[in-house]
């Protein structure tokens, strides 16, 4: 049984289609990175995965259970964190209260959950009582991910992570984004512009292309294929 | 006045059976294009209507029908500075009354002909809207509402306070019209107050399909485009109130005519409220809608009295009956026909036109739509 | 000298109900983004409810803690029924629809309850406190308005800033969308919020009847100066809901007291142009810039 099932994922924007039949799966434990170019509707498909969007057709199965017309908010207590485009930081909360809400519905002791992360992400750990608007954008992003992970989800679902990050901070992030997925066994999808780095990480690949799956394959395999890479990828 | 009896056909699939019996030249005929024709010609054609209707009923009746004709052109300027142009205000009941003791002094201290009178307390409600619309044009949604809101409670204090100048708490006393020979004096009431009214549907019409209404709309949709596309936001914003307040203050100088007299009193928050319910119920946004809202508004206290007599209510208990109904109703209506009777007939309309074959011809006849983007903030 | 201390004094009992409805307003404002228009016609009929508990030889606080449970589910009754399908879409419906139900509320009020003045107990002693020489504008009962207020807001204050229920609720106002994402029921936190501040409007019902005498009408004044003063401080400020109402109570007072009871809401109407023309967003709003 795998940890995320999407079957023929249809959303329509009135008339306008950004997904069109999308169908991929991603095992536990595993990374799967989502690319395309901008508007192939990697974000709609996150988005409807979680239930932010209802889709027209198709379904959402996480563990084998169909989520797909469940309110947000019972997706996520099911086990499912969502990272959003933009990283959703609460500004006028202070970090440790970001960190605090993210494993609520948990009800998990709270000590365990910002050691976690804070060891994951030191940078957190000097700023826990700042309000997070005063963050930078490599430290929000941490922030969104600790916050993410402080409800010990089954999978995690990142809207590019990597977006207005220097690269030195990508790199690190893209590191721990690994070992997540390989210590914790947490089935990591990933969306990103930045394919290259994205596909260093990832076991999966799916493109995207103008809401439809293009290609749905290994991640080597993806990435040795130069003529999909400079088509779709830009690279 | 909202009449399809106009609405013609425009191809050939009408009913079989009907056509052969009706001459060829009645599916042809259409309302004009041209919306400054159209607005008159509906005028006129409603205006024959109405004549016809308050001829033959009794005094009483032409007196509730010069009512429903003044509450009207109320309404009407609400749904132009609501509907149109997006901006909340809940002190039309203050631009009334601006216009009322307008009207009303020149009428009570000079010997000018009753028209010049309204026409004065047109122009000084509007150069109040003015004055209001400026500072309001900063503000949105709630502050705004705020702001008419307090206007429309603090301003009836004003005559109170120069009671000498205004007569206070007795108010103004106005001479009723003179009809002609024999003609009944609450008919010759009702021909003047639809007639006014007319003309000033007909001016406000018109201004809505200019530059200047789709300037409001535009405002009203999309602040920011409008403004880049070189629309002047503020001055759009104050020319609305100016022209929802001038309709006000014609009301208030027929008000006034009407009732033969001019009291602080008559003007609360709760005119303004109910102004609102009208526009609502009515259906936002459409000069038509503003004739079933202010029907509402004058049939509505009579019919819950009615009720109140027959459940043996204590005395008074009708106007709570009245008031209970029109929140019941606001609420009811918002929640599940947003678009009033206005959009309820048009969308019946729209059915029956399909049902039948032939395009709607109602679609053209409105001011605007209920939906629009929601501003926030300040 | 006196009848300034006596005005000051009344201002700022005054000024400290308005201040605690101008916070309720401001909690629906925070967490849905509407102006509850309803609000008072709420506390109304919640102290209505206590007044006839009273009649009926009910213990005082009996009432007053009746009136605050029906407050609670009052408000969040209209929330779930009658607003939350309004919540989205065209700003116009919330006003018209809690338009509505103020009149209604108004009306049901007079039907059952008919429209004469009744009173309401005070409990404590209502007479003036006697310093040196002089008898204050202060009574027993102002005391116990104030602490009552006090004691509610700092309740508020200890409720957002340091429980879990609280943070879920502040991030239910400030980013809805994330909040869902971090499994907050969001719906429900926005129902609760709009349950207490039912309870704050009830407490001020309750506070100020004894003063201004119960009628459906009552709490209309309160109202639009709680709004006033909600407004002038900044409908996303709670400190500028107290600060706004302390002033407004203030000047309102000296206004009334000193040109006369006519001209009090024309200076509330004063107050309110000042502050809109010079600092639209409210005296302790940020101003942020809108995204086009």
Do not use: C
Request: net charge positive; aromatic share 6%.
């Amino acid at each position: 049984m795998a940890a995320v099932e999407v079957a023929d994922l249809t959303v329509h924007y009135g008339p306008v289609a950004a997904l069109r039949g999308v169908s991929f799966v991603a095992e536990e434990g595993t990374t799967t990175a989502v690319l395309g170019a901008n508007g192939a509707g990697k974000t709609t498909l996150l988005r409807s995965m979680t239930g932010l969007v209802r889709p027209d057709r198709g379904s959402v199965r996480f563990g084998g259970d169909e989520l797909t017309r469940l309110r947000v908010e019972d997706v996520v207590r099911r086990g499912v964190a969502h990272v959003p485009e933009g990283r959703g930081v609460i500004e006028e909360l202070t970090v440790e209260e970001n960190l605090r809400l993210g494993g609520l519905w948990r009800r998990r002791s709270e000590r365990d959950g910002f050691d976690a992360v804070f060891e994951l992400f030191p940078v957190l750990r000097g700023r826990r009582h700042q309000h997070a608007a005063t963050l930078s954008g490599g430290e929000r992003q941490a922030l969104a991910i600790g916050r993410a992970l402080m409800s010990r989800p089954k999978v995690l679902l990142l809207d590019e992570p990597s977006l207005g990050l220097a690269p030195i901070v990508t790199g690190q992030l893209m590191a721990r984004l690994a070992s997540l997925s390989r210590d914790e066994g947490i089935t990591v999808v990933l969306v990103e512009q930045n394919a290259r780095t994205a596909l260093s990480i990832a076991s999966r690949a799916v493109v995207l292309n103008l809401g439809r799956v293009v290609v749905a394959d290994r991640a080597e395999a993806v990435a040795a294929d130069t003529q999909l890479r400079h088509h779709y990828l830009g690279f | 006045m909202a009449l399809p009896g106009t609405t013609g056909s425009a191809g050939t699939s009408g009913p079989a059976g009907a056509r052969g019996r009706m001459p060829a030249w009645v599916w042809k005929l259409r309302l004009p294009r041209q919306p400054m024709i159209r607005h008159l010609v509906l005028a006129v054609a409603g205006g024959a209507v109405l004549f016809g209707i308050t001829s033959a009923v009794g005094s009483y009746d032409d007196y509730q029908v010069a009512q429903i004709g003044f509450t009207a052109v109320a309404i009407a300027g609400l749904s132009l500075l609501t509907g149109a142009n997006g901006q909340i205000s809940l002190g039309q009941g203050a631009f009334i009354m601006v216009g009322a003791y307008g009207a009303g002094m020149v009428l009570v201290h000079t010997g000018l002909p009753v028209f010049v009178a309204l026409i004065v307390g047109v122009a000084v409600s509007a150069a109040a809207g003015v004055v209001i619309g400026l500072p309001a044009s900063r503000l949105r949604g709630p502050y705004l509402a705020g702001m008419t809101l307090a206007l429309a409670i603090g301003l009836p204090a004003l005559p109170l306070k120069y009671s000498s100048t205004f007569a206070g708490e007795q108010g103004l006393s106005i001479n009723p019209l003179q009809p002609p020979g024999t003609v009944d004096p609450q008919r010759w009431l009702a021909w003047y107050v639809l007639l006014a009214v007319l003309i000033m549907l007909v001016l406000m019409g018109n201004l809505m399909r200019s530059r200047f209404g789709r300037a409001f709309k535009a405002v009203r949709d999309d602040e920011v485009a409008a403004a880049l596309s070189g629309i002047s936001v503020m001055r759009t914003h104050v020319l609305a109130f100016a022209v929802s307040a001038g309709a006000a203050g014609l009301a208030g100088g027929l008000r006034g005519l009407a009732t033969g007299g001019v009291v602080p009193d008559a003007f609360s928050v709760a005119l303004s409220i109910s102004l609102l319910a009208g526009m609502v119920l009515g259906g936002t946004g459409s000069l038509l809608g503003a004739w079933w809202g202010a029907a509402i508004l004058v049939y509505a206290p009579q019919w819950a009295t009615s009720v109140a007599n027959s459940l043996h209510l204590r005395q008074g208990q009708g106007s709570n009956l009245a008031l209970l109904f029109y929140g019941v109703v606001l609420v009811v209506v918002v929640l599940l026909v947003p678009s009033g009777v206005q959009g309820a007939l048009r969308k019946l309309a729209g059915w029956l036109a399909q049902f039948a074959g032939q395009p709607s011809q109602l679609a053209g006849v409105s001011t605007g739509t209920v939906v629009h983007k929601g501003e926030e903030g300040p | 000298m006196q009848r300034f201390v006596d005005l000051t004094l009344n201002g700022v009992t005054y000024g400290m109900i308005y201040a605690v409805f101008a916070l309720a307003i401001v909690l629906i404002w925070r967490a849905t983004r509407i102006v509850n228009f309803a609000q008072g016609a709420q506390a109304m009929v919640t102290t209505y409810i206590a007044a006839t508990l009273v009649e009926h030889q009910a213990n005082y606080w009996l009432a007053v803690v009746v009136a605050l449970a029906s407050g609670l589910v009052i408000g969040g009754v209209i929330e779930r029924v009658i607003v939350r399908p309004v919540e989205k879409g065209p700003v116009l419906n919330p006003v018209i629809v809690t338009l509505g139900t103020l009149v209604a509320l108004e009306a049901l009020a007079g039907i059952i309850w008919g429209g004469g003045l009744r009173s309401f107990p005070a409990y404590f002693s209502q007479i003036g406190v006697v310093v040196g020489k002089h008898r204050l504008a202060f009574s027993h009962f102002d005391i116990y308005v104030l602490v009552a207020i006090v004691s509610v807001m700092v309740l508020l204050v200890l409720l957002f800033r340091f429980t879990p229920l609280g943070l879920r609720m502040r991030a239910s106002a400030f980013a809805p969308e994330v909040a869902r994402l971090l499994g907050v029921r969001v719906g429900r936190m926005l129902t609760l919020g709009w349950a207490l501040a039912g309870v704050v409007g009830a407490l001020a019902g309750v506070l100020v009847a004894p003063k201004l005498l119960l009628s459906p009408n009552f709490m209309d004044a309160v109202f639009i100066y709680g709004f006033t003063a909600a407004v002038i401080g900044g409908l996303d400020s709670p400190l500028g809901a107290v600060v706004g109402g302390l002033a407004t109570g203030l000047a309102l007072s000296y206004v009334g007291g000193y040109l006369g009871s006519t001209l009090e809401a024309l200076g509330a109407l004063a107050m309110l142009m000042v502050v809109l023309m010079l600092r639209p967003q409210g005296v302790f709003t940020r101003v942020t810039s809108r995204e086009v």
